[in-house]
Protein backbone atom coordinates (compact mmCIF):
# COMPACT_ATOMS: atom_id res chain seq x y z
CA UNK A 1 0.00 0.00 0.00
CA UNK A 2 1.16 3.44 -1.00
CA UNK A 3 1.00 5.82 2.09
CA UNK A 4 0.78 8.27 0.21
CA UNK A 5 3.33 10.67 2.53
CA UNK A 6 6.33 10.63 0.37
CA UNK A 7 8.45 13.94 0.89
CA UNK A 8 6.72 14.44 4.04
CA UNK A 9 9.02 15.72 6.90
CA UNK A 10 8.91 13.78 10.41
CA UNK A 11 10.35 14.44 13.63
CA UNK A 12 10.66 11.49 15.34
CA UNK A 13 11.99 11.19 19.13
CA UNK A 14 14.15 8.86 21.02
CA UNK A 15 14.46 7.21 17.91
CA UNK A 16 17.84 5.58 17.65
CA UNK A 17 16.73 1.96 19.47
CA UNK A 18 13.57 0.18 19.95
CA UNK A 19 9.68 0.99 19.06
CA UNK A 20 11.14 4.64 17.83
CA UNK A 21 13.31 3.52 15.82
CA UNK A 22 10.86 1.00 14.63
CA UNK A 23 8.63 3.86 13.75
CA UNK A 24 11.62 5.96 11.76
CA UNK A 25 11.90 3.05 9.77
CA UNK A 26 8.64 2.47 8.67
CA UNK A 27 8.24 6.11 7.96
CA UNK A 28 11.74 6.71 6.08
CA UNK A 29 10.47 3.07 4.06
CA UNK A 30 6.85 5.16 2.89
CA UNK A 31 9.78 8.28 1.88
CA UNK A 32 9.39 10.71 4.62
CA UNK A 33 12.33 13.02 5.21
CA UNK A 34 13.36 12.34 9.03
CA UNK A 35 14.74 13.83 11.97
CA UNK A 36 16.20 10.91 14.52
CA UNK A 37 16.44 11.99 17.80
CA UNK A 38 18.10 10.54 21.08
CA UNK A 39 20.14 10.89 24.05
CA UNK A 40 23.32 9.17 22.56
CA UNK A 41 24.78 10.36 19.74
CA UNK A 42 26.50 6.95 18.65
CA UNK A 43 23.94 4.53 18.45
CA UNK A 44 21.60 7.80 16.52
CA UNK A 45 24.34 8.34 14.20
CA UNK A 46 24.36 4.79 13.20
CA UNK A 47 20.75 3.93 12.77
CA UNK A 48 20.58 7.39 10.89
CA UNK A 49 23.28 6.06 8.19
CA UNK A 50 21.80 2.92 8.05
CA UNK A 51 18.40 4.57 7.20
CA UNK A 52 19.82 6.46 4.32
CA UNK A 53 21.64 4.06 2.62
CA UNK A 54 18.80 1.61 2.78
CA UNK A 55 15.87 4.17 1.85
CA UNK A 56 17.41 7.43 0.25
CA UNK A 57 15.84 9.43 2.43
CA UNK A 58 17.05 12.41 4.43
CA UNK A 59 17.98 12.07 7.62
CA UNK A 60 19.27 14.97 9.91
CA UNK A 61 19.88 13.83 13.76
CA UNK A 62 19.96 15.74 16.61
CA UNK A 63 21.57 14.17 20.00
CA UNK A 64 20.06 15.34 23.11
CA UNK A 65 17.60 14.57 25.69
CA UNK A 66 13.85 15.42 24.77
CA UNK A 67 12.36 15.66 28.10
CA UNK A 68 14.79 18.61 28.82
CA UNK A 69 13.76 21.99 27.29
CA UNK A 70 17.13 22.93 26.01
CA UNK A 71 16.72 19.08 24.34
CA UNK A 72 13.30 20.21 22.62
CA UNK A 73 14.95 23.70 21.41
CA UNK A 74 17.81 22.31 19.59
CA UNK A 75 15.35 19.93 17.91
CA UNK A 76 12.65 22.48 17.12
CA UNK A 77 15.97 23.98 15.37
CA UNK A 78 16.58 21.34 13.12
CA UNK A 79 13.06 19.94 12.48
CA UNK A 80 11.00 23.39 12.06
CA UNK A 81 8.12 22.68 10.72
CA UNK A 82 7.62 18.64 10.46
CA UNK A 83 4.32 17.42 9.39
CA UNK A 84 4.74 14.42 11.13
CA UNK A 85 5.45 13.72 14.91
CA UNK A 86 6.16 11.07 16.55
CA UNK A 87 6.26 11.90 20.45
CA UNK A 88 8.62 8.92 22.16
CA UNK A 89 11.35 9.03 25.22
CA UNK A 90 12.40 6.09 27.57
CA UNK A 91 9.62 4.88 29.93
CA UNK A 92 9.94 5.56 34.10
CA UNK A 93 11.91 3.10 36.24
CA UNK A 94 9.56 -0.09 37.70
CA UNK A 95 8.86 -0.07 41.69
CA UNK A 96 6.14 -0.27 44.37
CA UNK A 97 3.72 2.04 45.11
CA UNK A 98 4.98 3.02 48.47
CA UNK A 99 8.34 3.85 46.93
CA UNK A 100 7.99 6.84 45.00
CA UNK A 101 7.83 10.70 46.26
CA UNK A 102 6.72 13.61 44.39
CA UNK A 103 10.20 14.01 42.72
CA UNK A 104 10.23 10.70 41.18
CA UNK A 105 6.74 12.00 39.86
CA UNK A 106 7.44 15.19 38.65
CA UNK A 107 10.54 13.59 36.99
CA UNK A 108 7.89 10.81 35.40
CA UNK A 109 5.33 13.93 34.33
CA UNK A 110 7.88 15.61 32.48
CA UNK A 111 9.47 12.63 30.56
CA UNK A 112 6.05 10.64 29.56
CA UNK A 113 3.46 13.62 29.81
CA UNK A 114 4.75 17.30 29.87
CA UNK A 115 7.15 16.44 27.17
CA UNK A 116 4.83 15.20 24.31
CA UNK A 117 2.46 18.39 25.23
CA UNK A 118 5.40 20.52 25.03
CA UNK A 119 6.27 18.71 21.60
CA UNK A 120 2.80 18.94 20.39
CA UNK A 121 2.37 22.56 21.71
CA UNK A 122 5.19 23.73 19.83
CA UNK A 123 4.58 22.04 16.25
CA UNK A 124 0.84 21.38 15.66
CA UNK A 125 0.23 25.23 14.98
CA UNK A 126 1.89 24.78 12.02
CA UNK A 127 0.17 22.03 10.73
CA UNK A 128 -3.01 23.47 11.43
CA UNK A 129 -2.10 26.10 9.14
CA UNK A 130 -0.93 24.14 6.54
CA UNK A 131 -4.15 22.26 7.25
CA UNK A 132 -2.46 18.50 7.52
CA UNK A 133 -0.46 17.01 10.43
CA UNK A 134 0.02 13.71 12.01
CA UNK A 135 0.95 13.32 15.68
CA UNK A 136 1.60 9.52 16.96
CA UNK A 137 2.65 9.17 21.05
CA UNK A 138 3.78 6.05 22.14
CA UNK A 139 2.75 5.24 25.51
CA UNK A 140 1.74 1.86 26.99
CA UNK A 141 -0.48 -0.28 26.96
CA UNK A 142 -0.63 0.60 30.99
CA UNK A 143 -2.93 3.48 29.96
CA UNK A 144 -5.34 0.71 29.41
CA UNK A 145 -4.81 -1.74 32.58
CA UNK A 146 -2.28 -0.72 34.92
CA UNK A 147 0.93 -2.74 35.15
CA UNK A 148 1.55 -3.05 39.08
CA UNK A 149 5.36 -2.15 39.12
CA UNK A 150 5.40 0.57 36.66
CA UNK A 151 2.88 2.70 38.71
CA UNK A 152 4.95 5.89 37.48
CA UNK A 153 4.45 5.17 34.28
CA UNK A 154 0.37 4.87 34.65
CA UNK A 155 -0.31 7.94 36.18
CA UNK A 156 2.19 10.03 33.91
CA UNK A 157 0.31 8.17 30.55
CA UNK A 158 -2.59 8.17 31.41
CA UNK A 159 -2.60 12.14 31.93
CA UNK A 160 -1.47 12.03 28.77
CA UNK A 161 -4.30 10.40 27.17
CA UNK A 162 -6.78 12.34 29.00
CA UNK A 163 -5.07 15.57 26.98
CA UNK A 164 -5.06 13.59 23.90
CA UNK A 165 -8.41 12.72 24.40
CA UNK A 166 -9.58 16.53 24.39
CA UNK A 167 -7.10 18.15 22.24
CA UNK A 168 -7.05 15.87 19.15
CA UNK A 169 -10.81 17.01 18.65
CA UNK A 170 -9.78 20.42 19.01
CA UNK A 171 -7.42 20.09 15.80
CA UNK A 172 -9.04 17.85 13.55
CA UNK A 173 -11.04 20.19 11.68
CA UNK A 174 -7.33 21.71 10.67
CA UNK A 175 -6.39 18.13 9.05
CA UNK A 176 -4.37 17.21 12.09
CA UNK A 177 -5.05 13.88 13.87
CA UNK A 178 -3.54 12.73 16.99
CA UNK A 179 -3.68 9.55 18.54
CA UNK A 180 -1.88 7.49 20.90
CA UNK A 181 -0.07 3.97 20.19
CA UNK A 182 0.27 1.33 23.00
CA UNK A 183 2.62 -0.99 22.93
CA UNK A 184 2.25 -4.19 25.00
CA UNK A 185 5.38 -6.01 24.98
CA UNK A 186 8.16 -5.46 23.02
CA UNK A 187 11.71 -7.45 22.19
CA UNK A 188 13.60 -3.93 22.91
CA UNK A 189 16.30 -2.87 25.35
CA UNK A 190 13.18 -1.61 27.39
CA UNK A 191 12.24 -5.33 27.84
CA UNK A 192 15.57 -6.84 28.51
CA UNK A 193 15.55 -4.70 31.37
CA UNK A 194 12.22 -5.38 32.61
CA UNK A 195 12.99 -9.17 32.12
CA UNK A 196 16.44 -8.20 34.28
CA UNK A 197 14.03 -7.00 37.30
CA UNK A 198 11.85 -10.24 37.30
CA UNK A 199 15.32 -12.52 37.21
CA UNK A 200 16.41 -10.52 39.99
CA UNK A 201 13.66 -10.85 42.15
CA UNK A 202 12.15 -13.90 41.33
CA UNK A 203 15.99 -15.67 41.49
CA UNK A 204 15.15 -17.23 38.11
CA UNK A 205 16.94 -16.91 34.92
CA UNK A 206 16.44 -14.24 32.19
CA UNK A 207 15.11 -17.17 29.72
CA UNK A 208 13.12 -18.46 32.32
CA UNK A 209 11.86 -14.80 32.89
CA UNK A 210 11.27 -14.11 29.22
CA UNK A 211 9.42 -17.49 29.16
CA UNK A 212 7.19 -16.76 32.06
CA UNK A 213 6.26 -12.90 30.71
CA UNK A 214 5.31 -14.63 26.98
CA UNK A 215 3.24 -16.74 28.36
CA UNK A 216 0.65 -14.18 29.30
CA UNK A 217 0.47 -12.99 25.68
CA UNK A 218 -2.25 -14.75 24.16
CA UNK A 219 0.13 -14.34 20.88
CA UNK A 220 3.14 -16.34 22.57
CA UNK A 221 5.49 -13.99 21.95
CA UNK A 222 7.04 -10.16 22.39
CA UNK A 223 5.75 -8.05 19.87
CA UNK A 224 8.52 -6.59 16.79
CA UNK A 225 9.71 -2.49 16.24
CA UNK A 226 8.76 -3.27 12.67
CA UNK A 227 5.03 -3.98 13.61
CA UNK A 228 5.25 -1.20 15.97
CA UNK A 229 6.29 1.05 13.05
CA UNK A 230 3.73 -0.83 10.15
CA UNK A 231 1.02 0.28 12.78
CA UNK A 232 2.90 4.07 13.45
CA UNK A 233 3.47 4.91 9.43
CA UNK A 234 -0.44 3.54 8.76
CA UNK A 235 -1.23 6.02 11.05
CA UNK A 236 0.88 8.69 9.76
CA UNK A 237 -0.41 8.30 5.84
CA UNK A 238 -2.97 9.60 3.97
CA UNK A 239 -5.04 6.86 4.69
CA UNK A 240 -6.14 7.14 8.57
CA UNK A 241 -7.11 10.82 8.25
CA UNK A 242 -10.66 9.69 10.43
CA UNK A 243 -8.61 8.39 13.10
CA UNK A 244 -8.76 10.87 15.55
CA UNK A 245 -8.15 10.32 19.62
CA UNK A 246 -7.26 6.68 19.27
CA UNK A 247 -5.85 4.59 21.74
CA UNK A 248 -4.32 1.37 19.74
CA UNK A 249 -3.37 -1.46 21.28
CA UNK A 250 -0.29 -3.68 20.25
CA UNK A 251 -0.04 -6.13 22.56
CA UNK A 252 -0.47 -9.76 21.33
CA UNK A 253 -4.06 -9.62 22.86
CA UNK A 254 -2.32 -9.06 26.33
CA UNK A 255 -5.15 -6.71 27.88
CA UNK A 256 -7.62 -9.03 28.81
CA UNK A 257 -10.68 -6.30 27.33
CA UNK A 258 -13.48 -6.35 25.31
CA UNK A 259 -13.18 -2.62 24.15
P1 LIG B 1 14.23 1.47 24.45
O1 LIG B 1 14.81 1.64 25.80
O2 LIG B 1 14.49 0.23 23.70
O3 LIG B 1 14.62 2.68 23.46
C1 LIG B 1 14.67 3.88 23.94
C2 LIG B 1 15.12 4.85 22.84
O4 LIG B 1 14.77 6.08 23.34
C3 LIG B 1 16.62 4.87 22.60
O5 LIG B 1 16.85 5.29 21.29
C4 LIG B 1 17.07 5.96 23.58
O6 LIG B 1 18.27 6.61 23.17
C5 LIG B 1 15.92 6.90 23.47
N1 LIG B 1 15.67 7.73 24.64
C6 LIG B 1 15.30 7.31 25.87
N2 LIG B 1 15.11 8.37 26.67
C7 LIG B 1 15.35 9.47 25.92
C8 LIG B 1 15.33 10.85 26.16
N3 LIG B 1 15.02 11.32 27.39
N4 LIG B 1 15.62 11.72 25.16
C9 LIG B 1 15.94 11.25 23.94
N5 LIG B 1 15.99 9.94 23.64
C10 LIG B 1 15.70 9.06 24.63
O7 LIG B 1 12.67 1.70 24.71
P2 LIG B 1 11.44 1.07 23.90
O8 LIG B 1 11.22 -0.31 24.36
O9 LIG B 1 11.61 1.35 22.47
O10 LIG B 1 10.23 1.90 24.52
C11 LIG B 1 9.82 3.15 24.02
C12 LIG B 1 8.72 3.66 24.94
O11 LIG B 1 7.64 2.74 24.95
C13 LIG B 1 9.18 3.83 26.38
O12 LIG B 1 8.58 4.96 26.94
C14 LIG B 1 8.67 2.58 27.04
O13 LIG B 1 8.44 2.75 28.42
C15 LIG B 1 7.37 2.36 26.28
N6 LIG B 1 6.94 0.97 26.35
C16 LIG B 1 7.74 -0.01 25.89
C17 LIG B 1 7.30 -1.32 25.98
C18 LIG B 1 8.17 -2.46 25.51
O14 LIG B 1 7.80 -3.60 25.75
N7 LIG B 1 9.27 -2.22 24.84
C19 LIG B 1 6.05 -1.60 26.53
C20 LIG B 1 5.25 -0.57 26.97
C21 LIG B 1 5.71 0.73 26.88
Redesign the pocket.
Known amino acids: MDLGIRGKKALV ?9 GCATALAEAGVELVM ?4 AE ?2 EAAAADLRERFGVEVKTVA ?4 TEE ?1 RAELYDVAGTPDILVT ?4 PPPGVWSDWNRDDFIRALD ?2 MLTPIALMTALVPAMMERGWGRVVN ?1 T ?3 VKAPIPALGL ?1 NAARTGLTGYVAGTSRQVAPSGVTINNLL ?4 A ?4 ISLDTGVSEQQGISMDDARAQRQATIPARR ?1 GT ?1 AEFGAACAFLCSQHAGFIVGQNILLDGGGTNATI
Do not use: E
Request: charge should be positive; glycine fraction near 20%; aromatic fraction near 2%.
Open positions: CASSKGLGLNARGALGDVTGNAGGANISQSSPGIHTDRAYP
